[in-house]
């Protein structure tokens, strides 16, 4: 009889941090050519033409960073709550959270002087979404609700919501859509190249994977979260307050979330309407974990997702291929991904008897 | 006797590994018809992994198993329960929605097509509580039942399954006295047809009263095998935690000074809610080492865990240098300069997937002298990491190294470091040298007595006898949550710490 064990590993060196994420995306690409096949497509064709279709020319390609910017985002919002296992699954209600919180501000501050609109709605989106994440948090800290649960339903509650103010007090005058009153010029992100769509949002998602790789290798902060994600009970011991780590880590978790949400009002839509997330937040625990956490591995993990996104609709133009192909895509990384960590840290021994 | 007649169980020769443990090493074990055997030995002993392949939860790497004669090869309980081998694990199998009659049933359905025949187990049922006197109603749902009542749920699954040999994992560490006299008489009369059961446990006394045998377990090998009509419980602690004193301990005269630590009227309730702290009083003074003996599970946890800042007693005080201790928040514990060293290391003292420089700086991180503003001064985390891990010589790949990459006695070493770095007032060892080897074990005693030389008063918590009357200026005994009595280091006699460990409180002669 063979039996198979599943045994722990020596740790592997520090380039396999590197080619196993490149082997993944491989792994992916070659069983993604089963979908594809079934779905009549020519195999080549469509590669060629999903690449093609995000990075071939200079709108596409800077389509593809604006399709990103969101997604990297909200990646970053839950692989900064996940470190430390605050288990935000909400980045999606925390988007829209801070959306509102734009929108509300973008609408109504014409009083205020130009130069200082801009800012105070980023603050303002940043603030809604990180409070909306400290709720649960404050939850689970204080009454042990479980936060999986608590944070997925409150993008339901944030859903509602919305839906209430946009068919109420924030209803365009005139209009019978749910959709807001367009927002002050001076809200809106500036677009920095022209004949695109490339907007401040993404320089300051850019930015914002610099700063919470410089929170979690520099501060004392990004240790100690990190120290109660490893080990809540050792953390506690050492002296670190657990609780004040958890809150303040959902609030920049959440505050992340809502700049996505800022993001997609002040640079695409303008205004606020239903659809205004096709489920970012969603997207974004898959990216995070795609990129193990890491900023940098989910800069490229969310460039990965808007390449497939971008890419799809020119595929699907062009071959017939349906562009639901890039959330079975997306799906099997994710997948594959954990398979190759999986093994990072464990093998398969064959024990014969 | 016993010995005569061929055994119900012959595991022979058993060995068996864990990754670089080994649990079990050519264990040899017989258990007879009609007899209760105690299976005794500390925590880590390699008691309940032996039970374990007797059950067939886990496989032996060597060495055979014969039941009633036959050889068996046990790859999962299932096989077990169809030999007749049943486990009562510390924490129970129970479904806590059904009820006691639904709980019994599972995994044994015989009924009429799709439909469970409940009222045939239901006579059966009452006949076996009839017999054995377990009163339970059988209707009752599993979750309203106390702890005892659910272990007779355990227990009349064992018997509903017409298991012979009943196999308890330290079935009384969650029932209360009048409970364990109970548990007691139905193992009694279990045995009494010629079943038998074995009992696993680390408690002198409770072995004393219920076994016929005891074999005594350590480090994973049979030490010895008594009939219980003739052994003692002094005898039995020496058996369990003796160890040949390997090292010659080098312990300056030195006169004790003021008071560090001071613990006053200390009530405390265990994870049960059942006592396991009574009125505790002990004053640990500088430059001496308070030795606390007694077998584990006698209040020692849940004192540790009080001191540590991780629960709250029920009434009482303790100071340190004078000043308050705040119940339930390590950090008053570190701030009032103790040390702290838990007995589970690898789950409460240290982040085991951070690196070894994170885990040295896990106290001192928000000094003044290892950031500003939040900004970590990395250049001199790196130094000072490197200047403990040379003062400590601790074996390890480099700062950065994974913690949980380093040996058993490297973690303690970098907890001691951790600890000891500040100079503390106060030193609280729990168990610091369980499972290491000797040349760890020596080192963590060398640094305790410089600690005790250099002015900190230590509580040294421990099971292992021969540590305690090597280190100890002063040797209390803590059984029950109660102190026992207390003796000087120099003249104490092993006797007499022996016969408090037992719970028997009376003085020998000198």
Redesign the interface.
């Known amino acids: 009889m063979i039996r198979f064990r599943i045994i722990k590993r020596k740790p592997l060196p520090g380039w396999a941090k590197i080619v196993i994420p490149i082997a993944a995306i491989l792994a992916t690409l070659i069983l993604s050519a089963i979908p594809i096949l079934m779905a009549g497509g020519h195999l080549w064709k469509s590669y060629y033409y999903l690449f093609y279709g995000a990075l071939g020319t200079r709108f596409n390609l800077l389509e593809t960073f604006v399709k990103a910017s969101p997604l990297l985002l909200t990646g970053l919002a839950v692989a900064f709550a996940f470190r430390a296992k605050f288990w935000n699954i909400g980045a999606e209600g925390q988007l829209l959270a801070g959306a509102l919180a734009a929108t509300v501000l973008g609408v109504n501050l014409g009083g205020v002087p130009q130069p200082f609109v801009l800012p105070i709605v980023i603050i303002g989106g940043f603030l809604a979404g990180g409070i909306w994440a400290a709720i649960p948090a404050i939850l689970k800290t204080k009454l042990k609700v479980d936060d999986v649960v608590s944070t997925l339903l409150l993008n339901y509650v944030m859903i509602h919501i919305m839906g209430a103010l946009l068919f109420g007090p924030l209803q365009q005058p005139g209009s019978s859509w749910p959709r807001s009153a367009a927002i002050i010029k001076a809200a809106c992100y500036p677009i920095l190249l022209p004949r695109s769509r490339f907007h401040m949002g993404i320089l300051i998602a850019f930015f914002v994977v610099f700063v919470i790789w410089f929170i979690n290798q520099r501060t004392t902060f990004g240790y100690r979260s990190k120290a109660v994600g490893v080990n809540i009970r050792a953390a506690h011991f050492g002296g670190i307050n657990t609780t004040s780590v958890i809150i303040w880590t959902a609030l920049i978790s959440g505050g992340l979330a809502g700049l996505a949400g800022v993001g997609e009002l002040c640079a695409i839509q303008y205004r606020l309407i239903m659809d205004i997330s096709p489920g970012y937040g969603y997207s974004g625990i898959v990216i995070a974990m795609l990129g193990n956490l890491h900023p940098v591995g989910v800069l490229f993990s969310s460039l990965f997702f808007s390449v497939i996104i971008v890419g799809a609709q020119t595929m699907s133009r062009m071959t017939g291929v349906p562009s639901y192909i890039a959330e079975v895509i997306q799906g099997m990384s994710l997948m594959v991904m954990l398979i190759f960590l999986l093994f990072t840290e464990y093998k398969i021994k064959v024990m014969k008897k | 006797m016993v010995d005569t007649q061929q055994p119900m169980v012959t595991m022979s020769s058993i060995t068996k590994y864990f ?1 670089d443990v080994t649990a079990n090493h050519k264990v040899t074990f017989n258990l007879y018809s009609g007899e209760i055997c105690a299976l005794l030995g500390e925590n880590g002993a390699g008691k309940t992994t032996l039970m374990n392949i007797l059950f067939g939860y886990y496989a032996c790497d060597e060495g055979e198993i014969f039941i009633k004669g036959e050889k068996a090869d046990l790859s999962s309980p299932k096989d077990a329960i169809a030999r007749g081998v049943g486990m009562i694990h510390q924490h129970f199998a129970l479904v806590h929605s059904q009820t006691v009659l639904e709980n019994i049933v599972i995994g044994t359905e015989s009924g009429k097509g799709l439909f469970l025949d409940l009222k045939t187990a239901r006579r059966k049922l009452l006949a076996l509580q009839e017999k054995f006197g377990l009163q339970i109603d059988p209707e009752a749902r599993v979750w309203t039942l106390s702890v005892g009542e659910q272990q007779k749920v355990e227990i009349l699954k064992a018997l509903y399954r017409e298991v012979n040999i009943l196999i308890m994992d330290e079935p009384t560490a969650v029932l209360a006295p009048a409970e364990t006299e109970d548990l007691f008489k139905t193992l009694k009369s279990f045995v009494e047809e010629g079943r038998s059961v074995v009992f696993i446990s680390h408690k002198l006394n409770e072995v004393m009263d219920i076994s016929d045998r005891i074999v005594v377990l350590r480090g994973g090998q049979v030490v010895a095998e008594r009939h219980t009509a003739e052994t003692s419980p002094r005898e039995l602690a020496n058996l369990m935690v003796g160890r040949e004193l390997l090292e010659d301990i080098d312990k300056k005269q030195l006169e004790p000074g003021r008071p560090v630590l001071e613990i006053q009227n200390l009530d405390a309730l265990n994870d049960k809610k059942l006592p396991a702290l009574k009125n505790l009083n002990l004053v640990v003074r500088q430059n001496e080492i308070l030795g606390m003996a007694g077998i584990s599970g006698n209040g020692q946890r849940e004192l540790s865990e009080i001191l ?3 629960r709250d007693p029920a009434r009482g005080a303790i100071k340190i240098n004078s000043i308050p201790l705040k119940f339930g928040n ?2 008053s514990a ?1 701030k009032l300069k103790m040390a ?1 060293i ?1 007995e589970d290391r690898m ?8 690196s070894v420089e ?1 885990n040295l700086i ?2 001192d ?2 000094s003044a002298e ?2 500003t503003y ?3 001064k ?1 250049k001199r985390i790196q130094r000072y990491s490197d200047e403990l891990i040379s003062a400590y010589s601790i074996a390890t790949a480099g700062r950065d190294a ?1 913690t949980k ?1 380093l040996s058993g006695g490297n973690l303690q070493k970098v907890m001691l470091a951790r600890e000891l770095a500040g100079k503390p007032a106060v030193v609280i060892a729990s168990q610091p040298t369980r499972g290491l080897d000797v040349g760890a074990m020596e080192y963590i005693h060398q640094r305790l007595l410089q600690e005790r030389e250099r002015g900190a008063g230590i509580l040294l918590i421990s099971e292992d006898l021969d540590e305690v009357f090597a280190l100890s200026d002063r040797i209390i005994v803590i059984y029950e949550g109660e102190i026992m009595g207390e003796a000087a280091g120099e003249n104490a006699s092993r006797e007499q710490i022996g016969i408090w460990m037992s719970g028997v409180n009376i003085k020998v002669k000198q």
């Open positions: 990754v540590f800042g991780l390590p950090s570190i702290r838990p789950d409460t003292g240290l982040l085991m997937d951070l994170e896990l106290e991180h928000a290892f950031q939040g900004l970590m990395l994974v990459s």
